[in-house]
């Protein structure tokens, strides 16, 4: 499982892989607990936490 915060700036984004990914979800900030209930590893939800929240 990869997490990565990021913003799209042009384009639309695009699961370009199917054999190495099963699933993508572009999700906000709130709608994160939804996927992940527990939390992620603890330095990359703080990041997230302080950089995503608006």
Same mark, same amino acid.
């Given at each position: ?5 990021? #913003?799209?700036?042009? +384009?639309?984004?695009? !699961?370009?892989?199917?054999? #190495?990914?099963? #699933? !993508? ?8 607990? +939804?996927?992940?209930?527990? =939390?992620?590893? =603890?330095? +990359?939800? #703080?990041? !997230?936490?302080?950089?995503?929240? +608006?």
């Amino acid at each position: 499982m990869s997490y990565i915060a990021c #913003e799209v700036v042009s +384009g639309t984004p695009h !699961l370009a892989d199917a054999e #190495e990914l099963a #699933e !993508l979800a572009w999700v906000t900030h709130p709608e994160l607990p +939804g996927y992940v209930p527990y =939390g992620l590893f =603890g330095p +990359g939800q #703080e990041y !997230l936490d302080d950089s995503l929240r +608006g």
